[in-house]
């Protein structure tokens, strides 16, 4: 089995546990549990409007976008790789930070799969897998997330 098999096996694996339920760093994130202690004046607001962002934009923006574009372009898979590696290895390294640390640490295996794709094939059924994932990790942190928190943030019509 190749690593490519191998990770979207595991990205499939943890989707599917997490599907009904909360995965525990992000319930903890939620009640304030930050393993690095991220945060500015022992407050964790700001890790966890990180942790949305950051998750978002991995599924969002860049994953979806690069599954968009495949659909009418040619894609070089170097090119891709090595956006890969930069961006995302970076996000892989930024969930660790923001009390996501086996987000992380999958995120990452994900990165190092992508190194070893021969075609862009091969690299997309890795890149579905992960947005799958992604996407569910996202939900999740959505969900912990105290939206209610804004309401003492209303807009000023001028």
């Known amino acids: 089995m190749s690593l490519i098999d191998e990770v979207i096996a595991e990205l499939d694996a943890e989707r599917d546990r997490i599907w009904l339920e909360c995965p525990k760093e992000v319930a903890d994130l939620g009640r304030g549990i930050v393993p690095r202690r991220t945060g500015t004046h022992g407050q964790y607001l700001t ?18 976008g690069i599954i968009e574009v ?4 040619s894609l070089d898979l170097r090119t891709l790789q090595l956006l890969l590696k930069q961006i ?29 794709a021969t075609d862009t094939d091969e690299l997309l059924r890795l890149i579905r897998s992960a947005i799958s994932y992604v996407n ?13 928190v804004t309401n003492g943030f209303k807009r000023v019509e001028a």
Do not use: N, Q
């Open 47 to 64: 890790t966890l409007i990180f942790a949305e962002g950051e998750a978002r934009t991995l599924s969002d923006e860049l994953l979806w």
């Open 70 to 73: 495949s659909e009418t372009e």
């Open 136 to 148: 569910k990790l996202h939900m999740w942190v959505d969900a912990v997330f105290p939206w209610g």
């Open 88 to 116: 995302v290895g970076y996000k892989a390294a930024f969930f660790d930070f923001v009390g996501l640390p086996a987000a992380g640490a999958l995120i990452e295996r994900f990165v190092e799969a992508s190194a070893t």
